[in-house]
């Protein structure tokens, strides 16, 4: 019949294939997770917000000259400094106006910061089933083995079992440390975000203030 036909192309396609093909697999995409890994938190060192020019930023911006603000953010990097930026460039512009260039300079940092994460939360959810597919196999090809043997079928199953169950080790171990990366990268670009939104609301209420309101940065004693 058609059926058994296809049920028996599909069986000798997977013993075929085995589970040797997904240990690989699951190889070539822990070194690609490493390599994101390391990529991303090299990323984020280098992207640490620079407390000392946003505070001078600031200072500079209350003192009523926002040119000056600007210049002491000049090449710095981080998120917040990108807003930061972002708002200062376009405060002649007015509150309502600096306002929308500030969520497109955050949605803009945000997809920087979180290029590449998609990877490892995609790895870290798929990568036990991507082991337990090799298992699958690995058990289908076991318990053919032992239909076709006569003796020792007992040892020689168990055998092919405990081989395949190495691949949803393999998948487990992949998986862990990618979700574990992912959860605090991502931790880490909500903070960024976070730092962005609160030092260009500082921005935006200086703008907003009145002119005869506004008062210069007092001289350190």
Not at 191 to 209: C, D, V
Request: proline share 5%; aromatic share 6%; hydrophobic share 50%.
């Amino acid at each position: 019949m058609p059926n058994d036909t296809i049920d028996a192309q599909l069986l000798d396609l997977m013993l075929r294939a085995g589970s040797r093909w997904v240990l690989w697999l699951l190889l070539v995409l822990s070194l690609a997770a490493v390599a994101v890994m390391i990529e991303r938190i090299w990323f984020f060192l280098q992207e640490r917000p620079p407390r000392d020019r946003l505070a001078a930023a600031i200072r500079a911006l209350r003192d009523g000259s926002a040119a000056n603000a600007l210049a002491r953010l000049a090449g710095a990097r981080s998120m917040e400094a990108a807003v930061a930026r972002a708002c200062l460039q376009y405060a002649a512009d007015g509150p309502d106006a600096v306002e929308d260039h500030k969520a497109a300079a955050v949605e803009t940092e945000r997809m920087r910061y979180e290029r590449r994460l998609a990877f490892l939360g995609t790895l870290g959810n798929n990568a036990p089933f991507v082991g337990l597919f090799g298992t699958v196999l690995g058990i289908i090809r076991a318990f053919h083995d032992l239909a076709g043997s006569s003796m020792q079928g007992t040892q020689a199953v168990m055998s092919g079992i405990a081989e395949a169950l190495v691949a949803t080790g393999v998948g487990l171990l992949v998986a862990l440390p990618s979700v574990a990366m992912y959860n605090a990268l991502i931790r880490h670009v909500e903070t960024a975000a976070a730092g962005a939104e609160a030092t260009s609301r500082e921005i935006i209420a200086y703008l907003k203030t009145p002119p005869a309101r506004r008062e210069p940065a007092a001289e350190p004693t």
